[in-house]
């Protein structure tokens, strides 16, 4: 079994940065991709940004990309997701998964088998 326990989640306001992290134990994820996802009141999850167990390779949705960016330290278990140029628009609830379901060309946005609890930014404008 593996738990993912998210933090850093908060209220800022807009163009401000915030770093997320996500703590995991449990079994090793470190040969795992791992992912953020958010999902906004009202709207579906969305995928947000993924990366490799390497750390080699990183994904992001176009909405992000040049804003946000995922990293992750295997030897602590935990992957982060820093923040910047904060939009009201990227308001949501954030959570790390891992594990992804599918082997799929685009497998890194499709589904996991492990999800965390979720943290809220709020971003005011």
């Known amino acids: 079994q593996v738990q993912l326990v998210e933090s850093g989640g908060g209220l800022v306001q807009a163009g401000d940065s915030l770093r997320l992290s996500c703590a995991a134990s449990?079994?090793?994820?470190?040969?795992?991709?791992m992912g953020w996802f958010r999902q906004a009141p009202g709207k579906e999850r969305e995928f947000v940004a993924a990366?490799?167990?390497?750390?080699?390779?990183?994904y992001y949705a176009n909405s992000v990309k040049g804003r946000f960016t995922i990293s992750r330290d295997n030897a602590k278990n935990t992957l982060y997701l820093h923040l910047t140029s904060l939009k009201p628009e990227d308001t949501a609830v954030y959570y790390c998964?891992?594990?992804?379901?599918?082997?799929?060309?685009?497998?890194?946005?499709?589904?996991?088998?492990?999800w965390g609890q979720g943290t809220q930014v709020t971003v005011s404008s």
């Open positions: 449990g079994r090793t994820l470190r040969t795992s991709t």
């Open positions: 990366i490799t167990w390497s750390g080699g390779t990183t």
């Open positions: 998964a891992a594990d992804p379901q599918t082997s799929s060309s685009d497998y890194y946005k499709r589904g996991y088998n492990y």
